[in-house]
């Protein structure tokens, strides 16, 4: 069976990914599969360029196709920031402080507008990017339990709820990150590329 690496120490991220590749025959490993716990450092300046030397380093290291992934949330009103810098973004503060916080900057904004972008690269004998969006607004409070990061605090289009009272099931068919993922999967099982 073809073996790939998930290039993320992020465990969240890790699992998501795991879970949008079940249908296809591949062993997936993670970085504390292989007991790495090395820090990359990502000074692309894009998605697309952060991913890409992720993928890079740990397909150099391992020598086992490679994916990484690096997304993120554009908040129209903070001049499309935090962008790369997502995780990054007010890092000092827990993941509901940071949300508490922006929810109230944006409190009598009428632009809420936002959306969320990712870029998996995928590294083995060719390099490839994918890249998948999702829009929507930042909510009016922080809602919901489930999910990570941003989630408790963006309502995709098409919905009047976070993504993380939506839940798994949908998040992991209309999310950037699943988009991304989808188009991989077409690349992946339509090629001999490892």
């Known amino acids: 069976m073809k ?10 991220k ?7 590749l079940e249908n296809i025959e591949v062993e997936l490993l993670s970085l504390k599969d292989l007991e790495c716990f090395d820090d990359v450092t990502e000074d692309g300046r894009t998605f697309a360029e952060n991913a890409l030397i992720k993928a890079r380093y740990y397909y150099e290291k391992f020598k086992i196709p490679t994916i990484a992934d ?22 000092n503060l827990k993941n509901n402080e940071r949300n508490e916080m922006i929810v109230n900057i944006l409190k009598d904004v ?5 959306s969320f ?7 083995g ?7 998948g969006k999702m829009l929507g607004k930042i909510s009016d409070k922080v809602e919901g339990e489930l999910g990570f990061g941003y989630d408790p605090i963006f309502i995709p289009d098409g ?15 209309i999310s950037h990150r699943s988009k991304a993922i989808n188009e991989f999967i077409n690349f992946y099982i339509g090629d001999d590329n490892d």
Do not use: C, W
């Open 125 to 131: 004998k060719i390099e490839k990017v994918f890249i």
């Open 14 to 20: 890790f699992f998501e990914i795991k879970k949008m």
């Open 159 to 173: 919905y009047d709820k976070t993504i993380s009272q939506l839940g798994d099931d949908i998040k992991n068919k």
């Open 117 to 123: 972008t990712a870029s998996i690269a995928y590294v």
């Open 70 to 91: 690096d997304s993120g949330i554009i908040i129209d009103y903070f001049n499309n920031f935090p962008g790369i810098y997502s995780a990054r973004f007010l890092k």
């Open 110 to 114: 009428s632009n809420k507008n936002a």
């Open 3 to 12: 073996k790939l690496l998930v290039a993320s120490s992020n465990e969240h």
